[in-house]
Nanobody
Framework: QVQLVESGGGLVHTGGSLRLSCAAS????????WGWYRQAPGNQRELVAV???????NYADSVKGRFSISRDNAKNTVYLQMNSLKVDDTATYFC?????????WGQGTQVTVSS
């Protein structure tokens, strides 16, 4: 049984920073590709950032230069460092971990950016 548990969301003012974490648990779990997604009320879930097994990263245009995704394979954890936050970044953030062809999702963590 694979479980992903996120932490680090909260309320921050415009221009502030937050760091999200997502840890995978389960016997013998080795996440391949990690991703962060977000969903704002009334919107579809969108990809924010992804990091491959080898550390290659890709970002949505809206967060390039502000967000940074990283991973710690020893801890089976992925991080999302979010800087220069904007009101438009307000959403529920979900981590996604892929093992082979199976996707696992965290429960979501709320990020609210106030002006």
């Amino acid at each position: 049984q694979v479980q992903l548990v996120e932490s680090g969301g909260g309320l921050v003012h415009t221009g502030g920073s937050l760091r999200l974490s997502c840890a995978a648990s389960g016997v013998g779990v080795k996440i391949g590709t990690w991703g962060w997604y977000r969903q704002a009320p009334g919107n579809q879930r969108e990809l924010v950032a992804v990091i491959s097994t080898f550390g290659n990263t890709n970002y949505a245009d809206s967060v390039k230069g502000r967000f940074s995704i990283s991973r710690d394979n020893a801890k089976n954890t992925v991080y999302l460092q979010m800087n220069s936050l904007k009101v438009d970044d307000t959403a529920t953030y979900f981590c996604n971990g892929r093992i082979a062809l199976t996707n696992y999702w965290g429960q979501g963590t709320q990020v609210t950016v106030s002006s």
